[in-house]
């Protein structure tokens, strides 16, 4: 990354040992710009056994108890699963993705949060 500082600039490289808290930064913990980021390295895992939910409730009727909803349990959730609630002018969205879990146990884990009104559900497994 290229940092700058006034009228000079200056190349850091921002690792797990050294800059640790840009890396955190730039991974989208900090939510600004930190620099010019020159060039990135990536460590690749292969994920099998996943299953991805897609649940769209077509109003906003709804919208502040899914959000509350939404961010209390994001606390506790299990670190296999990640999702994302997208809001647009004409529905909400839940994009869910869990490792080694099927389609019931992704459902028994996101209960409260669709019990919350009527989602349409779509599930892709691989």
């Known amino acids: 990354m290229v940092a700058a500082g006034g009228r000079s ?9 050294d800059h640790s808290d840009l890396l955190w930064a730039c991974r ?9 980021a020159t060039s990135y390295t990536f460590a690749l895992h292969e994920l099998s056994d996943v299953t991805f939910l897609v649940a769209r409730w077509g109003n906003h009727d709804h919208l502040a108890d899914l959000l509350r909803r939404w961010q209390r349990d994001a606390l506790v959730a299990d670190e296999k699963l990640t999702s994302a609630l997208e809001i ?7 994009f869910a993705l869990r ?13 409260p949060l669709l019990a919350i009104g009527e989602a349409e559900l779509t599930f ?3």
Not at 88 to 94: F, K, N, Q, S, Y
Not at 99 to 111: P, V
């Open 28 to 36: 989208g913990g900090g939510g600004g710009n930190f620099g010019i």
């Open 88 to 94: 647009d002018a004409g529905a909400i969205e839940l």
């Open 9 to 17: 600039a200056k190349l850091i490289r921002a690792c797990e040992d």
């Open 124 to 126: 892709i497994k691989w």
């Open 99 to 111: 490792h080694g879990a099927g389609r019931q146990q992704l459902l028994d884990e996101l209960a």
